[in-house]
């Protein structure tokens, strides 16, 4: 459910990493709690869109392919790992939160796309 994790709530959570799995739990003024304390809040755009799996199935059904459960297993642990991996090194980079840093990581590439495609130049 969405703002589950708020700026009272947050601090009494004793975890070491939050992820969001969907319909945006933390609120936003909840996030300075994370950054605070050893937490780690993976937003979900980062852990679920960003990771890949919707990719995955848009393209199976683009190409109208069928794929076998071993073949999706072994693309989606690529993403998810260079999902989680691209957004757990942003922070550091930027010396932010990772909600935005996941932003920063989305923008980046839509930038580098339009760039590419000589879209809003």
Known sequence: MENQI???????LNVK??????NG???RRAMP?????ASTCCPM????RA???????????????????????TKLYKKM?????SVRDCPKKY?????TAAYIIALSRLEKVYKERGIFP
């Open 6 to 12: 708020t700026a009272e709530t947050a601090p009494l």
């Open 17 to 22: 990493l939050v992820a969001e799995g969907a």
């Open 25 to 27: 739990p933390t609120n």
């Open 33 to 37: 709690s994370w950054t605070k304390g």
């Open 45 to 48: 755009f980062s852990a679920t």
């Open 51 to 73: 990771c890949g799996g919707e990719l995955l199935e848009w393209l199976q059904n683009k190409r109208s392919e069928s794929w076998d459960l071993e073949e999706v297993d």
């Open 81 to 85: 790992v260079s999902g989680y991996q």
């Open 95 to 99: 010396d932010t939160d990772w909600r």
